[in-house]
């Protein structure tokens, strides 16, 4: 695995050709249409990748009977998941084609989680086949067709993580990741917005432990320099006075009411709170809303297997609020699967919750489960 330390010296020269020349990444190539008076449209998920992932044979597991677990291809919750979050992967993908007919968005932001359970490999025969099942084959759909600009997630460190920001776009063009933390931007009919992607995974303490089945030689290493990715939102978010919007997208959360609640990115919070940039994860997965100080955080984890704890576990709400709980109801186990989509226009943002039960595709693609408006200022009350 290539060290980090050399990912990040190269990550300005390559995020600024992201920037600086938009048109070498794929073009959904069909004419967008928008909700009202928006300029443009996008969709934003994750936590999806299940399809064809195969748990280490139970014998080989049995043999670890001090609790720790060699990979988390041996996690004995996963593998009781698996049939069941395939399906429900494929199912949401068809509900995404669906509605991405209807709204026809410039692209996707990905929140990470991409390869369930222990990332993919560097010339390796199944992991190769298993980017083109759980990704490429999965999302073929015509509607489809547009970038997926993509996040890393902590079971994507598991992998070698240059499987997803090098080889993957090779692969599939709409895949793009040049480097782990990364900007793309977008500006139509007169509204701008930056997106700001970064690893969270080099921030959580826990990871570091000896003990913590994430604790490989990429996360430790980029532990070690994770300040450069603070210095490095930091520097775009003061260079960005002249968007509209801006986001900083990650996989794990700022606020959660699930067990993953954690103060190590506190951070890069602060400068969400300062310069006013809306923040987009997954990791919960489930799809959920919250605002610290008007600024809103947006989860929308539920492309994949949903889980109703992670958005009503009963955690103490801390100094944030909980604004909506998109899918904090129980079906059969399981969550409301889906994502969200948002329509930008000068003044404000309407943030869509598409979301589904069961198999109700034609029902849940008319119009979204949840809808609200946020200001581009954030110089009112929007909830």
């Known amino acids: 695995m290539k ?14 050709s992201v920037l600086a020349a938009p ?20 969709v934003a998920g994750g936590d999806f990748g299940w399809k064809n992932w195969q748990p280490l044979d139970q014998r080989y597991c049995d043999l670890f ?23 429900e992967q494929e199912t949401t993908a068809k509900f995404l084609a669906k509605v991405s007919e209807k709204i026809k968005p410039e692209f996707l932001v990905n929140v990470g989680d991409n390869f ?10 199944f992991s190769i086949n298993r980017f083109y099942s759980a990704y490429v084959d999965m999302y073929n759909h015509t509607s489809l067709q547009y970038p997926w600009y993509m996040t890393i997630g902590n079971h994507d460190v598991l992998g070698d993580v ?34 700001i992607h970064y690893d969270t995974d080099c921030f959580i303490s826990k990871y570091q432990q000896a003990s ?26 003061e260079n960005a006075t002249s968007y509209d919007y801006k986001f900083i997208v990650s996989h794990h959360p700022v606020w959660s ?39 809103p955080y947006i989860l929308t984890g539920g492309m994949g297997l949903t889980q109703p704890g992670d958005c009503n576990n009963g955690v103490k709400v801390g100094d944030f609020s909980v604004k909506l709980f998109a899918s904090q109801n129980e079906t059969d186990g399981h969550a409301p699967a889906g994502f969200v989509s948002m329509d930008f226009a000068k003044t404000e943002m309407t943030l869509n919750y598409w979301l589904r039960d069961n198999n109700n595709i034609e029902q849940a693609s008319q119009k979204p489960a949840y809808s609200v408006s946020i200001p581009s200022a954030f110089d009112k009350q929007w909830w």
């Not at 048109?23 to 996008?42: D, E, L, R, V």
């Not at 369930?116 to 560097?122: A, E, I, M, P, V």
């Not at 599939?172 to 782990?180: A, E, G, H, K």
């Not at 994430?214 to 978010?237: A, E, H, R, S, W």
Request: net charge negative.
């Open 257 to 295: 009411t699930s067990g993953n609640y954690t103060t190590d990115l506190a951070d890069v919070n602060a400068l969400a709170q300062k310069h006013k940039a809306i923040y987009l994860n997954g990791h919960d997965h489930c799809l959920a809303l919250y605002q610290q100080n008007d600024i």
């Open 116 to 125: 369930y359970s222990s990332g993919l490999k560097l010339n390796d025969t």
């Open 65 to 87: 009977d001090n609790g720790a677990q060699p990979l988390n291809d041996c996690d004995s919750g996963d593998r009781a998941d698996a049939a069941i979050a395939a399906q």
């Open 162 to 195: 240059e499987f997803e920001t090098v080889l993957a776009h090779k692969l599939d063009s709409r895949w793009v990741m040049p480097s782990s933390y990364y900007t793309h931007d977008i500006s139509k009919n007169g509204v701008s917005a930056l997106f």
């Open 23 to 42: 048109a070498n990444y794929p073009s959904s190539g069909m004419q967008h249409s928008t909700t009202g008076n928006a300029a443009f449209t996008i």
């Open 212 to 237: 913590s089945v994430y604790n490989v030689p990429y996360v430790t290493d980029c532990n070690k320099v994770k300040q450069d990715q603070v210095d490095f939102i930091q520097k775009n978010l």
């Open 3 to 16: 060290n980090v330390l050399s990912l990040s010296a190269v990550v300005l020269s390559v995020v600024s």
